[in-house]
């Protein structure tokens, strides 16, 4: 079977890890990219042997299968929906759109047109997410009560060249870096009934220091930079959620879970390996690393990453090369819209919560993703992983 071309719409700071990626993932293949500033996409065609068109030639293109959308999150839904009116699946990277009814609407633009739609985070189907999605479905901490999820930095003006997308309307914390968690809980606990929150802003501007030509200056906050989301699963499980961009340090885990016989750490759900803990009962913590499984052998580090900072594993493009696959096998992909759709309503809802209160009940219903065997993961590398 043919690969399926994929067409890159944005040329920013994440397309460098996709373009890289893509030649070592079975089933896709890079065959042009374009950006509203036709100097980066002419700069990355150079240096992948892709082409550089515009927008509109992309959606013409045919051998363009699939639009791989990495702009950012306040234009995912119009190049979305755009793809798929050209008749294009769609890969996107987190989150799927900023505005819930829009996410509902690129799903059901995708199903009606019968293509598919997909979105990051595709990390949960990384080796650390199949992992902790094996121990949970063999019951290793019982049914899961409880738990809790924590991402806390101090922002992200020190390293990205362009940090205000961060701080305005569709950034912030949780619908930023909350994916992650999100896809993590909804692959291992299924999906949520309602929500709580509590939001704030500690400060209302920001010092951007990361090198580039907005060095030194202050821009606005006009979204909550701090975000505690109660959870409820349909499971009857209840997680809080605390994002931060205000917290210089912590010492939580990224996600714990607690279950009726036993406690789970969860490998980080920013990267596609790692290592998680158990324990049963009050017994001493067993590590598990999953580094030796597909997707799990640490092979990226981060320029800004301190010197004693481990590598990690990213495989961005996983995602893209597993909805590739259920295209052509005709059957159902993992990180898809739905789930990135009911993503959204979670995490807007706790947006909303903190904002107006009360508890909200989500609209979407959807089922848990079918768990990734080791042996399907293996065929998504390039000549299978060895
Ligand atoms: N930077 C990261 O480390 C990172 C990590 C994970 C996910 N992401 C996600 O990737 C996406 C992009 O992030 P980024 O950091 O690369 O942003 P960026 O601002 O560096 O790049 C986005 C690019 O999209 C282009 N663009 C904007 N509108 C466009 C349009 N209509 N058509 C074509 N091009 C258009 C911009 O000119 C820009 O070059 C976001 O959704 C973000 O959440 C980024």
């Not at 005709?330 to 919560?353: C, D, F, K, N, W």
């Not at 993703?369 to 299978?384: F, I, M, N, R």
Request: aromatic share 6%.
């Amino acid at each position: 079977m043919a690969d399926l071309g994929v067409g890159i719409v944005g040329c920013g700071v994440i397309s460098g890890i996709y373009l890289e990626n893509m030649p070592s993932f079975a089933g896709i293949k890079a065959v042009a990219c374009t950006d509203i500033i036709p100097e980066r996409s002419e700069a990355k065609a150079k240096e992948h042997g892709i082409d550089a068109v515009t927008p509109a030639e992309m959606l013409k293109r045919d051998d363009v299968d699939i639009i791989l959308n990495i702009t950012p999150p306040l234009v995912h839904y119009d190049v979305s929906l755009a793809a798929l009116q050209a008749g294009k699946h769609v890969f996107g990277e987190k989150p799927l759109c900023v505005e819930v009814e829009h996410g509902k609407r690129l799903v059901d633009e995708a199903r009606s047109r019968g293509l598919a739609i997909g979105v990051a985070p595709d990390t949960f189907l990384g080796a650390g997410g199949r992992l902790a999605r094996e121990l949970i479905d063999q019951g290793i901490i019982g049914k899961v009560i409880a738990g809790s999820c924590n991402l806390m930095s101090h922002g992200m003006e020190h390293w990205h060249p362009d940090p205000r997308a961060f701080y305005v309307h569709g950034g912030g914390p949780l619908l930023d870096v909350g994916p992650y968690y999100m896809n993590a809980l909804i692959n291992l606990l299924g999906p949520v009934e309602s929500v709580v929150g509590v939001t704030s802003t500690a400060f209302p501007t920001r010092h951007v220091t990361a090198e580039g030509p907005l060095k030194g200056q202050h821009i606005p906050v006009e979204t909550p930079t701090t975000i505690m989301g109660m959870l409820h699963f349909a499971s009857g499980a209840d997680v809080n959620v605390f994002m931060s961009w205000d917290v210089w340090k912590h010492g939580h885990p990224a996600i714990e879970l607690y279950g009726t016989e036993g406690t789970l750490r969860v490998p980080d759900p920013n990267f596609f390996g790692g290592s998680l803990q158990y324990s049963k009962g009050r017994d001493e913590w067993i590590t598990v690393d999953a580094s030796d499984r597909a997707f799990g052998r640490p092979n990226y580090r981060a320029a800004m990453w301190p010197a004693g900072q481990p590598s990690q594993a990213n495989y961005r493009c996983l995602g893209i090369a597993e909805l590739a696959a259920s295209v052509t096998r005709g059957t159902p992909h993992r990180a898809s819209g739905a789930m990135g759709s009911h993503s959204l309503e979670a995490m807007q809802s706790v947006i909303r919560s903190g904002r107006d209160g009360g508890r909200i009940a989500l609209q979407s219903k959807i089922d848990r993703p079918a768990s990734l065997p080791e042996s399907e993961a293996a065929l998504l590398w390039e000549g299978g992983w060895r």
